[in-house]
């Protein structure tokens, strides 16, 4: 145990089950908003960079909240403790319930079928009972450490069935989920053989949000299939024989913090910084760029495979061009990872043994992850962003790209298949199937006038610093209060 972390003692509670002392507001995700380091031996916790992370910080500063979550170490209990603003209470979990349960049920059985199946899921119900189990041991800590009428936000697909476990031990509470992810079809989600369960969880919740309209119209539909439940302007009645509530379904595309991006984009040591990555792709005329997670819903072979036909047919030439891509490593436990990284790696490879000159790479692959200092230098030093996902939720890439174009610079090809097409019209929208389609979109931002790329830029500028990760939080915050007068954050009533 760090010296960072204080033991909390066991909270004493009421006949009702409610804690008498508890916190007003309380996020549920998979992980902490914290890391361990360790630096000369000695161990301790720092913020882990992200922006829900950034969003969250401000309310739970201002609301005495806390974070239930897994801190990352499989085999080890801690106990709660404080670290920056946060109040963290740790759920522990073992190695095979990190397998089963996160590697397993989550993202070799949900990932893909909410991705639509773009790799096919695996159904195991081993994997479900333990998925179950971790859900379980998630509501009950929640249900631990919430005050009397607290306000609890759950975060994402790994814990579908914390609402509805959490209405059950703790009617009081009001409780919001967000889907981070896809929300897919009814003729794909019918496939899940614990279809039922999964919508009975979620439907615990008194909002549950969206990425996108379409994703909320997709619940709504299976939920009037499955539950025999019809929802009617985004809301619905449910009930369990003791009590009834109404669930609402909505969208709230998530953003970024572009403030601190554009922060960072302004700084001078950045800009040199940028300029030296020029210099050390060879001063390049076109810098085209892709960054990932290592993950077959982003559509990273088919970006590659539309710039190598652009090599092919000498439409664009190795030294005048040069596409980095940063992949960054993902659940490399998981076979369908492994399968992929073998894939990207020998395509790049093939690529490069065929178009290298001496002085010149055709493609920088880089499988490894950077500090955000460093991304943001490689924003900057980008002529072309390459958003080419088959399927994803919202892909915040794009909007930090956009973000940190402060003079207006660069074009952005970004896949109808994401959120972020929804809002960042200007961009120019690509079927990444159709690899002739990505070939054409790459030439015209290339050889895009500068004139029609600023005005481009500016446009989808105002969206993202219009509506960032703040605006996002304040939002759902604010109509989950709304949904029950007697709780809610105190500044979102």
């Not at 859900?135 to 929640?142: D, G, K, L, P, Y």
């Not at 990425?211 to 709504?220: C, H, I, M, W």
């Not at 178009?355 to 880089?366: E, G, K, N, Q, V």
């Not at 054409?440 to 006038?449: E, F, G, Q, T």
Request: aromatic share 8%; net charge negative.
């Amino acid at each position: 145990m760090s010296a960072e972390q204080s033991p909390a003692p066991t909270t004493p509670r009421r006949e009702d089950g409610a804690p008498e002392q508890g916190y007003d507001f309380v996020v549920v995700s998979n992980r902490l908003p914290v890391e361990r380091v360790v630096e000369d031996g000695t161990a301790s916790w720092r913020r882990s960079p992200g922006g829900l992370v950034a969003a969250l910080s401000p309310v739970m500063a201002r609301n005495d909240g806390a974070w239930v979550g897994w801190h990352g170490a499989a085999d080890e209990t801690l106990e709660r403790f404080d670290h920056d603003v946060f109040h963290l209470a740790p759920v522990p979990l073992s190695a095979q319930e990190v397998e089963a349960y996160y590697e397993g049920f989550s993202n070799a059985t949900l990932w893909p079928l909410y991705h639509d199946v773009i790799a096919p899921p695996e159904f195991h119900r081993a994997w479900w009972n333990v998925y179950r189990r971790v859900n379980r041991r998630f509501a009950e800590m929640t249900a631990e450490v919430a005050a009397e009428n607290a306000t609890v936000w759950v975060q994402d697909y790994q814990l579908q069935l914390v609402p509805k476990m959490l209405r059950d031990l703790r009617p009081d509470l009001t409780i919001g989920f967000f889907n981070h992810i896809p929300f897919p079809p009814l003729e794909i989600f019918a496939q899940l053989p614990w279809r039922r369960a999964v919508l009975e969880g979620l439907s615990g919740a008194d909002l549950i949000g969206f990425q996108r309209p379409g994703d909320a119209q997709n619940f709504q539909r299976c939920a009037r299939r499955f539950l025999d439940v019809a929802f009617r302007n985004g809301e619905a009645s449910f009930g369990n024989g003791d009590a009834e509530w109404t669930v609402r379904a909505h969208a709230y595309p998530i953003s970024i913090d572009a403030e601190a991006i554009q922060e960072l984009a302004s700084r001078p040591e950045i800009k040199r910084r940028a300029q030296e990555i020029r210099e050390e792709l060879g001063n390049p005329e076109t810098v085209f760029l892709g960054v990932d997670r290592l993950d077959y819903t982003k559509g990273i072979i088919h970006r590659i495979k539309a710039y190598g036909e652009l090599l092919e047919d000498g439409r664009i030439e190795v030294g005048p061009s040069v596409l980095v891509q940063v992949a960054n490593p993902s659940r490399e436990r998981v076979e369908s990872y492994v399968q992929l990284r073998e894939q990207v790696e020998g395509v790049v490879g093939h690529l490069n043994g065929q178009f290298d000159t001496i002085s010149h790479t055709a493609i920088r692959y880089l499988h490894h992850g950077y500090p955000f200092e460093e991304m943001v230098a490689l924003y900057l030093a980008t002529d072309v962003m390459l958003v080419t996902s088959l399927r994803d939720g919202m892909n915040l890439v794009a909007k930090e790209y956009v973000a940190a174009k402060t003079d207006g610079s660069g074009a952005l090809v970004l896949s109808e298949f994401t959120g972020a097409a929804e809002q960042l019209r200007q961009a120019l929208l690509v079927n990444p199937h159709d690899i002739d389609g990505l070939k054409d979109a790459m030439l015209r931002a290339k050889d895009m006038p500068p004139a029609e790329a600023k005005k481009r830029m500016r446009s989808m500028r105002r969206q993202v610093l219009g509506n960032d990760v703040n605006d996002w939080s304040e939002a759902f915050l604010r109509d989950l209060a709304r949904t029950r007068p007697a709780a809610g954050p105190e500044e979102q009533r």
